[in-house]
Each structure stands twice: as C-alpha cells, then as structure tokens.
C-alpha cells in the first residue's frame, strides 16, 4: 500500500502529514511525500527548506514508516506533481491540507485541492489543521 501525501511548511501541510501518518500506520503502508514550488518558483514559501524536509524526514523514520520525499524541479504545479506521484506509485490514499478560501479567491487562483479531488483515480483525504 502507499499515501501520497502533499506537503508545504504550513499547518495545512502539517496536517496532511500527520493524517497520512496515522493512515499509513493502520496500514503498513509506504509514505510518498511531495513537495513542489509555486509555478517554478523554488524561492516560493510553499517549497521546502533543506530544515524542513529533514524534520519531515525524521517524523516519518520516528514513526517507524517506510517513506521517500520527492522535491521536483521540473516547474510542474503541485496538483499535476501530486496526481502524477500517486499515478506512478499506484497510489491507495492521497492525502492534503486544505485551508478556507473565499469563492472569489478559488476563482482568481485556481485550487490544488479541488483539481486533485476532482482528478484522482484514489480516495483522497482532504484535512484542516487543528484548531
């Protein structure tokens, strides 16, 4: 079994983490997390520091788990890396963070989350941070 899992240094990527922590847990599943830039903007704040992927990958190794971190360079937007990552790995779970957004916002920037709901061929688990 793997999870895929979208990841940026937020709440909302802390969140994802922990949820595709806990999922692989229950089921002996391989983590596969991915980290991409914002539209080929690698100075971005959604792409990683060299910091966090090693928190990240500690996390998981704490958590007994099988697991990669992928940080593509190709420019590919995160929703077309994630669906990508869960297509090559036969993905059984992807998992992301999701945060509030108003209508307006949605329709002006697009979103990660909706295209890769919408576009899955897996169950996709969509989580909030704790309040």
């Known amino acids: 079994m793997t999870v895929v899992v979208g990841y940026v240094p937020t709440p909302e990527g802390s969140a994802a983490v922990d949820a595709a922590v806990e999922a692989a847990q229950r089921t002996g599943a391989r983590v596969v997390v991915v980290n991409t830039s914002y539209h080929g903007d690698y100075a971005h704040p959604s792409f990683a520091t060299e910091q966090d992927i090693d928190a990240l990958d500690a996390q998981l190794a704490q958590a007994g788990l ?66």
Request: net charge positive; glycine share 8%; with cysteine.
């Open 66 to 131: 099988e697991h990669e971190i992928r940080r593509p360079l190709d420019g590919s937007g995160p929703a077309t890396t994630i669906l990508a990552a869960a297509e090559e790995t036969k993905a059984d779970l992807i998992v992301i963070g999701i945060r509030r957004r108003s209508p307006v916002g949605k329709l002006l920037t697009g979103s990660t989350a909706q295209q890769v709901l919408l576009e899955a061929d897996c169950p996709v688990l969509a989580v909030k941070p704790r309040a």
